[in-house]
């Protein structure tokens, strides 16, 4: 099996945003968007980390950042935050970049977003406890909103199909919906949602992020302010493995996988072989320790081995969110995370065989 492993290398990019970097997101494979609590939004090279662009659209706090490619012929960055708006920018020119539209998306601060693949949406969740969908081609809301949490939706998460949604709130509940599909010409058109299942106490505290699995749709792993990663079936309504790996809040996950495997291969099989495939998890925490979780098969059971890379002496504020770019040269990839000051950090992910 492979594994991943943090280089532990790290370089630290000062930004010139004023103040915390609170989200950001990867465009067209060489481009990072970084947004801040001033407000602005800030384009990156990544070879070089020179500034491209400056974008101005907001009047307070950016908390999400989204990229969806081949919009109509568009390449579309759509950002929100504390002031309720979602914007979207057409980046398919970074040297022309264009406001296309801003809607006021909720009653309260907007937390996140979330394209849909195939789709055409992109959906937004917030402190107002809703979930809101929005087409990215006529920037208008789509579906009906869905109200199901009790206090504010934290995170949301979709299958690789784009079939179905989950949803994670402060109330420590996940919920999951199927999506009705219409499929025409490569993109599936959602007519309507009900409501799969309903995880009720799922973690001791709030819900702060959920990852789905790329091949197998039944397995989605979350975290939750109760210091806790759990792997879960869909299907089968239950936990199949606890971690416990922070001393404070689990902010956010990445789920790595052996992408070699045949995708269908677990479909059908027991739980025992659903956790026998090759992966690793990465997690990010309020403790400002990053944990990386690699699966080892031994005896027919799969054990966890962590590797934990340690910020507190290198971020002297907590880190608040972290994306990664793959790469295939050298089984190597990029991370990147977040600093609740005006920072950025790097590192280096390697496979090793």
């Not at 481009?31 to 101005?56: C, M, Q, R, Y």
């Not at 599936?188 to 001791?204: C, G, L, P, Q, W």
Request: charged content about 20%.
């Amino acid at each position: 099996p492979s594994s991943l492993r943090m280089m532990g290398h790290d370089k630290i990019i000062e930004t010139d945003h004023r103040e915390g970097v609170l989200c950001m997101t990867i465009i067209k494979n060489f481009v990072l968007a970084t947004g801040s609590v001033d407000t602005s939004i800030k384009l990156w090279e990544l070879d070089n980390f020179g500034a491209i662009a400056t974008l101005l659209g907001h009047s307070q706090s950016i908390r999400a950042l989204a990229y969806s490619a081949n919009i109509e012929g568009r390449e579309i960055l759509i950002s929100t935050g504390d002031d309720k708006i979602i914007a979207f920018w057409n980046v398919t020119n970074l040297a022309q970049i264009e406001l296309l539209h801003q809607l006021q998306g909720h009653q309260m601060a907007i937390l996140g977003l979330l394209p849909i693949p195939f789709s055409n949406l992109v959906v937004s969740y917030s402190r107002d406890k809703t979930v809101k969908f929005w087409s990215l081609k006529e920037f208008k809301e789509k579906l009906p909103a869905l109200k199901a949490h009790k206090t504010a939706v934290l995170c949301t998460a979709v299958t690789r199909s784009g079939r179905t949604l989950f949803t994670g709130g402060q109330d420590r509940c996940i919920m999951t919906y199927d999506f009705k599909l219409v499929e025409s010409n490569y993109t599936n058109k959602i007519t309507s949602y009900s409501v799969r299942e309903v995880f009720e106490n799922a973690h001791d505290d709030a819900v702060s992020d959920i990852v789905t699995s790329q091949t197998d749709e039944d397995l989605f792993i979350t975290a939750g302010w109760d210091f806790q990663i759990k792997i879960w079936h869909l299907s089968n309504k239950r936990v199949l493995k606890k971690i416990s790996c922070h001393k404070d809040k689990v902010l956010s996950l990445l789920l790595v996988e052996n992408k070699s495997e045949d995708s269908q291969m677990l479909q059908g099989h027991s739980e025992a072989k659903l956790m026998s495939k090759d992966f690793s998890i990465i997690s990010l925490g309020r403790d400002r320790l990053i944990n990386v979780w690699n699966s080892v098969s031994q005896e027919n059971k799969t054990k966890l081995q962590l590797s934990t890379l340690n910020f507190r002496k290198t971020a002297p504020y907590p880190l608040s969110k972290m994306t990664f770019l793959p790469s295939v040269e050298n089984n190597q990839a990029v991370s990147f995370f977040a600093c609740s000051d005006n920072n950025v950090i790097i590192n280096g992910l390697k496979l090793l065989a």
